[in-house]
């Protein structure tokens, strides 16, 4: 069954702080993984898309990495901030279609 | 002005009322998308359209329908609403491109009591 997991469920870091999100997905035949950042209240936005052949995407603070073989991807957000407070959802696409598998996202709280 | 506008933002009505939820872009996208987002859950799809005069069913189709009235407007409809289709719904739109990403609007809260 095409699944995408994600942790941990919610995370909670004080400002300037790092941290690391897991997806692991079990998507077959696998197209291309992506990153979205969700606001309370708001559509999910692009952070990251990366395909089969790539091991490492970053947008500004936000990197993402990607391990085929395990099937498995972290998004790593370096020195937080208070706007990073949103869900993070990871997405994978299935080779050659419309379907998109979302999880169910991580909801990180940062702290001033 | 916002690339995916959906309307209404909220909307809090009846069993057995139709309802009607638009979608509008000005991204130029052929591909456009409805989602409903469930706590605990992630989005499901819906219906999904590649151009006007193409219509596709989702994993989740029962008890809706939709609209392509143009490459820019996409509607969903509950025909006669339920409970259970209380949701946050999202439109998205997408290039045809290969490995583009998804644009969604800020969704529209239904509340059906």
């Known amino acids: 069954k095409n699944q995408v997991e994600q942790s941990p469920q919610s995370l909670i870091i004080l400002e300037g702080k790092n941290c690391t999100l897991q997806?692991?997905?079990?998507?077959?035949?696998?197209?291309?993984l992506r990153w979205y950042k969700q606001d309370t209240g708001r559509g999910p936005v692009s952070l990251t898309i990366?395909?089969?052949?790539?091991n490492t995407k970053s947008n500004g603070r936000y990197t993402a990495t990607l391990d085929a073989d395990t099937k498995q991807s972290s998004l790593h957000i370096t020195a937080s901030q208070l706007s990073d407070s949103a869900s993070y959802i990871c997405?994978?696409?299935?080779?050659?279609?419309?379907?998109?598998?979302f999880g169910t996202g991580t909801r990180l709280k940062v702290l001033a | 002005d916002a690339d995916v506008t959906q309307t209404p933002r909220n909307r809090i009505t009846k069993t057995g009322k139709r309802i009607m939820l638009e979608c509008s872009q000005t991204?130029?996208?052929?591909?456009m998308y409805w989602y409903r987002q469930d706590p605990g859950l992630g989005l499901r799809l819906i219906y999904y359209?590649?151009?006007?005069?193409?219509?596709n069913k989702g994993e989740i189709s029962d008890g809706y329908s939709v609209s392509r009235q143009a490459q820019a407007k996409f509607s969903l409809s509950l025909e006669s609403a339920i409970p259970n289709q209380t949701a946050l719904y999202f439109c998205?739109?997408?290039?045809?491109?290969?490995?583009?990403?998804?644009?969604f609007g800020d969704g529209t809260r239904l509340s059906i009591l």
């Open positions: 991204k130029g996208h052929d591909r």
């Open positions: 990366m395909t089969f052949s790539e």
């Open positions: 998205a739109t997408s290039d045809s491109w290969e490995n583009q990403p998804q644009h």
């Open positions: 997405v994978v696409n299935l080779s050659g279609t419309y379907k998109y598998i």
């Open positions: 359209s590649f151009d006007v005069k193409d219509i």
């Open positions: 997806c692991n997905y079990t998507v077959s035949p696998f197209s291309n």
